[in-house]
T-cell receptor
Framework: AQSVTQLGSHVSVSEGALVLLRCNYS??????LFWYVQYPNQGLQLLLK??????LVKGINGFEAEFKKSETSFHLTKPSAHMSDAAEYFC????????????FGTGTSLTVIP | DAGVIQSPRHEVTEMGQEVTLRCKPI?????LFWYRQTMMRGLELLIY????????DSGMPEDRFSAKMPNASFSTLKIQPSEPRDSAVYFC???????????????FGEGSRLTVL
């Protein structure tokens, strides 16, 4: 069975500081991995995805994530936080071998302090 | 390119009333998903369809909930009768069926915010 764990339901960083949002997955076979962002009163929007190509994936708005098989992790980072990064972030996994199932983490709310 | 379109964006109704939420997926996408989001339970998958066929409805809370996809461009989620605990934001998402190198990521609509009084 697949599962996704996002450590830290709330993360606060100062503007200009490093953003690190953690995601670990449980799967016998490396899945496809995704990060989504949700701004208030909006739907989820894809930030970036890992599809078994390069392990370091760059996404929109300066975010990137690194797939580490040995750690079963796919942490999201951004070198310098901006006020506009304040949002809810969701990690999701999708098995590569079973249709279109998606499993979402519980989300991490990012607050950026001016 | 039009995204996933959901209607209504907001619905306020009274307990016991029937609620119908509508979704138009992105043209060409073969998979359609209905999610529910609440503060308490986060994002929950209710049901998903591949090629208009329901594949997994294990997340549908109870018999009061039903979902249909009569064709590739339209789906409904119906709650009858509605209850206050059904208050949530309901998201529809669509995805191309995975094949070859296509990853089939989800594209979400803006959501339908339901309030049941």
């Amino acid at each position: 069975a697949q599962s996704v764990t996002q450590l830290g339901s709330h993360v606060s960083v100062s503007e200009g500081a490093l953003v690190l949002l953690r995601c670990n997955y449980s799967s016998s076979v490396p899945p496809y991995l995704f990060w989504y962002v949700q701004y208030p009163n909006q739907g989820l929007q894809l930030l970036l995805k890992y599809t078994s190509a390069a392990t370091l994936v760059k996404g929109i708005n300066g975010f990137e994530a690194e797939f580490k098989k040995s750690e079963t992790s796919f942490h999201l980072t951004k070198p310098s936080a901006h006020m506009s990064d304040a949002a809810e972030y969701f990690c999701a996994v999708s098995p590569t071998n079973t249709g279109n199932q998606f499993y979402f983490g519980t989300g991490t709310s990012l607050t950026v302090i001016p | 390119d039009a995204g996933v379109i959901q209607s209504p964006r907001h619905e306020v109704t009274e307990m016991g009333q029937e609620v119908t939420l509508r979704c138009k997926p992105i043209s060409g996408h073969n998979s359609l998903f209905w999610y529910r989001q609440t503060m308490m339970r986060g994002l929950e998958l209710l049901i998903y369809f591949n090629n208009n066929v329901p594949i997994d409805d294990s997340g549908m809370p109870e018999d009061r909930f039903s979902a249909k996809m009569p064709n590739a461009s339209f789906s409904t989620l119906k709650i009858q009768p509605s209850e206050p605990r059904d208050s949530a934001v309901y998201f529809c998402a669509s995805s191309p069926l995975r094949s070859g190198s296509a990853t089939g990521e989800l594209f979400f609509g803006e959501g339908s915010r339901l309030t049941v009084l």
